[in-house]
């Protein structure tokens, strides 16, 4: 029923800009929280920011500053615009949901950034 379809991940040199997007499919009436998780090769999934339908957002420690998530709700797309990018950010990126009408959460399939040094 609910599909993460994502882009914008690529190969950037260290100090560049990316910006990820995330399209989802299904109600635009059901109220959800959305956000970016990334997972680097031998790590664990971590996360990197998340934020409500209202437009409450958070941040990882490590992305603060640098990152900036956003959502359009007509368009139900979020978007993950990351300046400053460093070679630890390096990672798949994945596009998250969690749907308060069931409870459910869904992922998207992940997109890979690259940040060359």
């Known amino acids: 029923q609910v599909q993460l379809v994502e882009s914008g991940g690529g190969l950037v040199q260290a100090g560049g800009s990316l910006r990820l997007s995330c399209g989802v499919s299904?109600?635009?009436?059901?109220?959800?929280?959305m956000g970016w998780y990334r997972q680097a090769p031998g790590k664990q999934r971590e996360l990197v920011a998340t934020i409500s339908r209202s437009q409450t957002t958070n941040y990882a420690d490590s992305v603060m500053g640098r990152f900036t998530i956003s959502r359009d709700n007509a368009k139900n797309t979020v978007y993950l615009q990351m300046k400053s990018l460093q070679p630890e950010d390096t990672a798949v990126y994945y596009c998250y949901l969690h749907r308060h009408l069931t409870n459910d959460d869904y992922w998207g399939q992940g997109t890979q950034v690259t940040v060359s040094s």
């Open positions: 299904g109600s635009t009436f059901v109220i959800n929280t």
